[in-house]
C-alpha cells in the first residue's frame, strides 16, 4: 500500500476492477485490455500480494512474458515502484545485452528471483542451458499476447509454457481476442475466466485531425506542425526505420531538436533516446511501431502520424501516447491518397468522423478525401485487411483511461 501511494494511484480501472479479485481467487485469467487501461497494475499488485503472503523462496515465484525490451523494461520498472517498500525482487531478461549482462541473468535466474519479465527468445536462450529452474512457479503471465503472435513467438511461447508446473496459475493479457489467441488460451490456461474490457475510445482530452494531402506536401506539413512552440513534446510515428532516418534528417537540417528510435538501435541507445525524450532534452522524437505501444511517457503534447497505421486498432495504440493521466494533447495524421481508405477504416473503427482541416494556403492545392475511390480501378477496401482480428469490435465507449493521479 506504501509503493502504490508513493507511486501515486488512487482508484482502479475497470481490468484492475476484475482482475485484481480473480487472480487472488487463484483463477486463470484470459483478459482483453488495450495498453493505457492499468493492466500492468492489474497482474502486478495481486502477485506481489500472493509472493509476499507466502514463506520466502530461493525459486522463481512469478514469470512475465512480453513482446519487446522495451515492455520488459517498463513493467520491471513499474514492479520496482509497487513493490519498493516490499521484501520483493524483480529482474527483466532480454536480449541485446552483452556477455555480463547474460552472465548477471543467469546468476540471477540461478539463485531465484521471485519475479522476471522476460522476450521470449531471451528466455529460450537461457532454458536451452539447463539451468532455469521453474519447478516452484506459481505464476505464469502473458501479456500483449496478440503482438508476440504477430511477431511470430507462437512456438516460443509454446516451449516456455512446457516448462511451466501443471499447477501454476496462468494469465494471458490481449488487446485484441482473435481466434489464434483464444487458441492459445485453449492450449496454456486451464478453465480460465474471461475479462473483456473491450478497445476504448481514445480519449475525449485528445484533439485528433487529419491532413488530406499529396505525399509531396508531408515534409512541408510536419514542419508546419512542429513550428507550433506550445507543442513542447513530439511524438512522431512512420511505418519503416528508413522513413524515421529520413524524416529524423530532414527535421535536424531544420535546427529542430529531433532523436529517433528504431530496431537499427542498440537497447543501451534506445534507452538513452527515451531518457532524453521523457525528460524533455529531446522536443520531437520519430519512431517506429516498437513504441507505439507499452511506453508509458507522459505530457506528450502531439503525435503525429507521418504514415497513416496499417492496423486500424493501432491508430488507438498510436494516439494514446498523448493525453496520459488525464492530460490533453493533440493527434495529427498525414493521409495521402493511397491511404484514404486505411483511414476510413480507422474512422469506422472509431464510429467518428475525425476532423480535417484545410491545409495551409502556401502548400498549394490538396487531394479531394473520397475513400471509396480506388486509383486504378479495382473494389474499395480490396488491399486494407483486418483479417487478424477475430469478430466485431464492441462499440465505442467511455475510455477505461489510466488510474486518476494527482499532478
Known amino acids: 500500500m506504501n509503493g502504490i501511494e508513493a507511486m501515486r494511484f488512487e482508484e482502479a480501472t475497470p481490468v484492475q476492477e476484475q482482475v ?47 513482446p519487446t525490451r522495451e515492455l520488459a523494461i517498463q513493467i520491471s520498472q513499474q514492479m520496482e515502484g509497487f513493490g519498493y517498500f516490499a521484501p520483493v525482487s524483480s529482474l527483466a531478461v532480454y536480449g541485446g545485452g552483452t556477455g555480463a549482462v547474460y552472465a548477471n541473468e543467469k546468476r540471477a535466474l540461478t539463485s531465484g528471483a521471485d519475479l522476471v519479465v522476460c522476450t521470449p527468445g531471451r528466455m529460450i536462450s537461457h532454458l536451452n542451458l539447463g539451468y532455469v529452474d521453474f519447478s516452484d512457479l506459481d505464476f ?18 509454446m516451449k516456455i509454457a512446457s516448462t511451466v508446473p501443471p499447477k501454476t496459475q496462468r ?18 490456461l486451464n478453465k480460465p475466466r474471461e475479462i473483456n474490457i473491450g478497445l476504448s475510445a481514445p480519449p475525449d482530452q485528445i484533439r485528433q485531425e487529419a491532413y488530406v494531402l499529396h505525399e509531396a506536401q508531408k515534409m512541408p506539413m510536419v514542419r508546419h506542425l512542429t513550428s507550433d512552440q506550445r507543442m513542447r513534446s513530439i511524438l512522431i510515428f512512420s511505418d519503416t526505420k528508413i522513413g524515421v532516418k529520413q524524416l529524423s534528417k530532414n527535421l535536424k537540417s ?73 492530460a490533453h494533447g493533440k493527434a495529427c ?60 469490435r464492441p462499440a465505442g465507449k467511455k475510455p477505461a483511461g489510466r488510474n486518476h493521479r494527482k499532478r
Open 20 to 66: 485484481i479479485p480473480t487472480i487472488l481467487e487463484g483463477k486463470d485469467v484470459i483478459a482483453c485490455a488495450q495498453t493505457g487501461t492499468g493492466k500492468t497494475a492489474a497482474f502486478l499488485l495481486p502477485v506481489i500480494h500472493r509472493i509476499i503472503s507466502a514463506p520466502k523462496q530461493d525459486k522463481i515465484r512469478a514469470l512475465v512474458v512480453v
Open 140 to 157: 505464469f503471465i502473458l501479456d500483449e499476447a496478440d503482438r508476440m503472435l504477430d511477431m511470430g513467438f507462437f512456438d516460443d511461447i
Open 171 to 188: 494469465l494471458l493479457f490481449s488487446a485484441t481476442m482473435p481466434p489464434r489467441i483464444r487458441e492459445l488460451a485453449r492450449k496454456t
Open 254 to 326: 531544420k535546427g529542430l531538436a529531433v532523436e529517433e528510435i528504431h530496431s537499427d538501435l542498440d537497447q543501451a541507445e534506445r534507452e538513452k533516446v527515451m531518457n532524453r525524450f521523457r525528460s524533455r532534452n529531446t522536443r520531437i522524437l520519430v519512431a517506429t511501431d516498437i513504441i507505439s505501444r507499452g511506453i508509458d511517457v507522459e505530457d506528450i503534447d502531439m503525435v503525429i502520424n507521418y504514415d497513416v497505421p496499417h492496423d486500424a486498432e493501432d491508430y488507438v495504440h498510436r494516439i494514446g501516447r498523448t493525453a496520459r493521466a488525464g
Open 333 to 392: 495524421t498525414l493521409v495521402s491518397p493511397e491511404d484514404q481508405r486505411k483511414f476510413a477504416s480507422i474512422e469506422r473503427l472509431l464510429r467518428r468522423t475525425v476532423d480535417k482541416p484545410r491545409l495551409p494556403e502556401d502548400m498549394g492545392e490538396a487531394p479531394e478525401y473520397n475513400p471509396g475511390k480506388v486509383a486504378g480501378g479495382g473494389r474499395p477496401g480490396k488491399h486494407f485487411s483486418r483479417k487478424r482480428h477475430g469478430g466485431k
